[in-house]
Every structure is written in structure tokens, then in C-alpha cells.
């Protein structure tokens, strides 16, 4: 089983920025397409970004322009950089592979003055 486990979220003001990380287990990191997704307040979870094993990118488009995904196959990680933050962005942000196993417990990011 592949678990993940993600940080780097807070309180940031309107039009801040924040890089999030994903570790995920395993050997098998490199050969995954890897996705980011974020659970507003009573909403159901929405992918933002994917990155293949190749390392080519799709951005949903809310997102856009403001964030990018990127990956480090000899740390098991995969980031999350956020800037210009709206209050909209707020929630708690997931990866996971693209045919997802097991959720992990997300990070949460509140934007908010």
C-alpha cells in the first residue's frame, strides 16, 4: 500500500504564497503520475494539478498560472507551489497517484486576512 504524507500548509494572507510537499512510500515513485487536490469547506475534492513520471504538467484552470507542480523522484516528493493565494484557495490540499490509492490526512491552507 502507497502512503502519502503532506506538509507545508498554514495561514497565509491574500496574495501570499506557500509550497507544499508530499512524501509518498515505496520504490515505485518515479514510474507514478502524481496529482494534487484540494477539499474546500463543504465541497468535494477537486484535482488542481498532475505531473507524469515524465514530468509533464495540466493545471486545472482555477489554478492556473498561480500554481506549479513539480517532483523529485530521489526524495519521493512531490510539490505544490502556490502563489498569489485567494481566499477560494482555501482547504485542505492531497496528493495521490492518479488512479489513487488511500487518501493520507491533506494539509490544510487557509487564506485569510
Known amino acids: 500500500q502507497v502512503q502519502f504524507v503532506e506538509s507545508g500548509g498554514g495561514l497565509v494572507q491574500p496574495g501570499g504564497s506557500l509550497r507544499l510537499s508530499c512524501e509518498v512510500s515505496?520504490?515505485?515513485?518515479?514510474?507514478?503520475?502524481m496529482t494534487w487536490s484540494r477539499q474546500a469547506p463543504g465541497k468535494q475534492r477537486a484535482l488542481v494539478a498532475r505531473?507524469?513520471?515524465?514530468?509533464?504538467?495540466l493545471y486545472w484552470d482555477f489554478v492556473k498560472g498561480r500554481f506549479t507542480i513539480s517532483r523529485d523522484n530521489a526524495k519521493n516528493t512531490v510539490y505544490l507551489q502556490m502563489n498569489n493565494l485567494q481566499p477560494e484557495d482555501t482547504g485542505v490540499y492531497y496528493c495521490n497517484t492518479l488512479s489513487p490509492y488511500d487518501w493520507g490526512q491533506g494539509t490544510q491552507v487557509t487564506v485569510s486576512s
Open positions: 515505496g520504490d515505485m515513485f518515479s514510474t507514478y503520475t
Open positions: 505531473i507524469t513520471s515524465g514530468g509533464s504538467t
